[in-house]
């Protein structure tokens, strides 16, 4: 079954241009690319294994609250 998608949208969805930021991101991903930008850290020295435990325990703990949407504070 196909669904003709462009016809579900409002009009003005047609002029709706990426974000700056989305392309200058895309430029990050690049393997010839050494990012400066602030706020890209090198993923390899992410915390993954304490990272893992922290999900694991919420999970363990209150898993329904953990994956409930709330209120967004400030």
Known sequence: ???A???RYAQ???HVKSSAIR???KITQRPEVISFAGGLPASEVF???RFR???SKVLER???R????????G
């Open 1 to 3: 079954m196909s669904t």
């Open 5 to 7: 998608w462009t016809s």
């Open 12 to 14: 003005r969805t047609k």
């Open 23 to 25: 392309e200058l991101l």
């Open 47 to 49: 915390p993954t294994d």
């Open 53 to 55: 435990e922290a999900c």
């Open 62 to 64: 209150e898993p329904n």
């Open 66 to 73: 953990a994956l409930q949407y709330g209120a967004s504070e």
